[in-house]
């Protein structure tokens, strides 16, 4: 197919092929996550690669590249890391299929799918240490639970809260960030859910973990049973 068109996506094309050693015969934009990352899967005559072009948030690849080289210690099946170029927020990463939980999960039963992502899960987190991913922390949880009342509430839904009824969000969110507080410590991956998990063997492929943390031990299997 014929290079994109306008300058940043020819250089993004441009580099790309250089990476990967060859022109691809196909160029397809692939669904992205809730950030300002677009991808593109990039197919070739014997395999596929995939083009993250963060160019809104280059800071994303270092804790990308980061995270993955800790989930891969762990045994845990992580796009590798095939060539990047922080300053622009590009990554060219191995393809680790199309095939998402969330897709799989229509058709096919839930419960090994679901308990070969524990078992993943587990094995990450029993690697955990201190000091190695940013902390989940009290401004941190309470900056995050503040979006319910000011994008859902006010924005999604259109409303606003009584006094009272801030007064209660108030006191749940407070309860909610002491839970998490006193919660035993381990990596994080934040958005641990169906949707961030593709079927591979022997266990599932796991993405879009770069914003990962020191956090509560129930935050990813919340994520993954109830997201």
Known sequence: MPAPSGAHDVELYQWACHHAGA???RWQTVPGDAGMRRYHR??????????????????????????????RASGVRVPAVLAWESARGWMLLEDLGEQSYLDALRTESADPLIRAALDTLIRWQADSRPGVLPT????????????FPDWYVTHHLGRTLTPGQQKQWDDLACMLV????????VFVHRDFMVRNLLVTRPGPGVIDFQD???????????SLLRD
């Open 23 to 25: 022109e691809p015969t």
């Open 42 to 71: 990039l197919h070739f005559d014997t395999q596929t690669r995939v083009l993250m072009d963060a160019r809104a948030e280059p800071g994303s690849c270092a804790p990308f590249a980061h995270v993955a080289a800790l989930l």
């Open 136 to 147: 989940y922390d009290r401004a941190r949880l309470t900056a995050e639970l503040a979006l």
């Open 178 to 185: 002491e839970a998490a507080l006193a919660q035993p410590r």
């Open 212 to 222: 990962a943390v020191e956090g509560p031990v129930t935050y990813d299997v919340v």
